[in-house]
């Protein structure tokens, strides 16, 4: 039978980075991508984490590699992509994963540094893998960019506004470097993640978790790491050409509701 498309949903023999990788919601992403055979890049600031992670993949028949790597720091950054190109020739897909959230009121003591280092992870930390990544996602055949935002950057939480405002610059940033790079066939999108059962969310109580997903999700619970990563692996594959510039709500519709 005569095949309709010659677009692929595979990633296999793909580079794939992905940061933020030791734990969630980029260690799900790292292991599917890896299952689905491409080589992954496995990146996070916590070393050992992450070196389990790609020791996981590795005895699973994966092909992993794991760099300790603080984003927010360029020049780290720099060498880490030398790195990785270095290793597998390459890179086709730069997850951008890696994240803190911290919950501070804007008239906290602590707020300019909260701040500061918020803004440097979960957004300024973007522009650099992004520009370190560019010459070489240039020489890929579907190159590919998904950054990890969140429900926080389309709507807002009192006592966030460090996290609300990284992830609304994060959406910015997507929708404007889509435009950007769209002439160069770089595709560049975002996820915004609604509740996640990880470890950023782990110290919200079982009673809490329960109560807000009923109230505010239509699915009525948390959503897994792996579930995210799947959309994740969908905007990464050679088939998803022709979108770019979107934020996809993966949060079992909690951004439906308008109060
Ligand atoms: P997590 O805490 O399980 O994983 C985040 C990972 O990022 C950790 O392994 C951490 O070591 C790493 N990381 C933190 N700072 C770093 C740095 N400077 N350099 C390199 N790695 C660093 O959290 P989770 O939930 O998997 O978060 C992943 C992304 O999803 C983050 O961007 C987060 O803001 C976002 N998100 C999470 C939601 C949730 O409900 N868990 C909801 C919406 C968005």
């Not at 020791?55 to 699973?60: D, G, L, V």
């Not at 890179?91 to 602590?110: C, K, R, S, W």
């Amino acid at each position: 039978m005569p095949r309709l498309s010659r677009l692929s949903r595979s990633v296999a023999g793909k580079v794939a980075l992905v940061t933020g990788a030791a734990s969630g919601m980029g260690r799900a992403t790292a292991i599917l991508f890896a299952d689905e055979g491409a080589a992954v890049a496995a990146v996070d600031v916590n070393r050992e984490p992450v070196e389990s992670v790609a020791a996981e993949i590795r005895a699973a028949g994966g092909n992993a590699r794991a760099w300790a790597c603080d984003v927010a720091d360029r020049a780290a950054v720099e060498q880490l992509i030398a790195e990785v190109v270095v290793q597998f020739g390459g890179i086709d897909i730069l997850i951008n994963n890696a994240g803190i959230a911290a919950a501070v009121p804007f008239e906290a003591d602590n707020y300019d540094e909260v701040w500061a280092r918020t803004l440097a992870v979960d957004l300024t930390a973007m522009t650099y893998t992004i520009r370190a990544a560019l010459p070489h996602l240039r020489r890929s055949e579907s190159p590919r960019i998904v950054n990890i935002a969140s429900t926080e950057g389309l709507g807002a939480t009192p006592g966030h506004s460090a996290y609300t405002a990284a992830k609304h610059g994060v959406v910015g940033l997507t929708r404007s470097l889509a435009l950007e790079f769209g002439k160069e066939g770089i595709t560049v999108n975002c996820i915004c993640p609604g509740p996640i059962r990880t470890a950023m969310t782990e110290a919200i109580p079982e009673e809490a978790k329960e109560r807000y997903a009923r109230q505010r999700t239509a699915l009525r619970r948390y959503g897994l790491p792996e579930e995210v990563a799947h959309l994740t692996l969908s905007l990464a594959m050679p088939a998803a050409s022709f979108v770019t510039g979107v934020a996809l709500p993966v949060d079992g519709g909690l951004t439906i509701r308008r109060a």
